[in-house]
């Protein structure tokens, strides 16, 4: 009975650790710091990528996307399993082994000897991040992304019949904190397309720089370099800027003091 007892134990404890790494890893992620800082130190970065990890009944799907969200590659099925004192991540029928600890789990460099033939491999989960090794053995670290909700205006280039300037207003437009894009006009909206870009921003050392959230506007056939930008503390709730021919607010969800992104806060 002892014995019956402890081994219920421990399956409960095994259980509680996998739901952990299971749910831990529902997100997205990407590279753009590291990208971004690689470049910026006249270093060859790793190739930019993001991950966006959902859960569909009991799997996990892990699908490579791009900054704007779209699907640039099929997506991996597969799922986290638990050991007495391991979990297991597997992902298109290749499973890599993580020892648990207080800071995440760590890739255990016992266990993982078969090689996968697969573009990239989980090996590293904290709270903030995911560690991956690409096929052919470079590293990268995809830092986890907050969900955006902007609204925006831009002057059409057109005026209005009595000859007063037109805007074009829209709202509910998503992306993340970690790169992530989003395009407003273009067609026959009546104004040149713009693409919004946001990055929460920690600058390395020796920099004295101080952590920021980043706000650009992008011409599309220029996304390395921003028109404008504007900046805010990392620990704002919103970001905004006004350009006279264009403007924008950005509320990073889960960190708004208020929800009040309405048509309201437009001038003009």
Known sequence: MLL???SMLTLAVGSQHGAVLDQHLLGVYTNEEQVYFEKDAGRTPPPW????????GDDLIVTRTDAFGKTVAAPLKGYAAVGVEQDSLTLGGCTRYFDRGDAGWTYSKLQNKKA???DFQIIGVTADELKLRFGDGTETRLKRARPVECWAAAKKSKPKADGSPDWMFVRKLNLHDQGGRVTIGGGDTGIEPLVLRMRAVYWPKPSTNRPSMVLYVHKPDDPDRAVSYSWADINASRVGLNLRWMQASCTIKGAEQTSDVTSQNFRG
């Open 49 to 56: 990528i993001a991950l966006k990890i959902e859960k569909q």
């Open 116 to 118: 996968c033939l697969q």
């Open 4 to 6: 019956t007892s402890l």
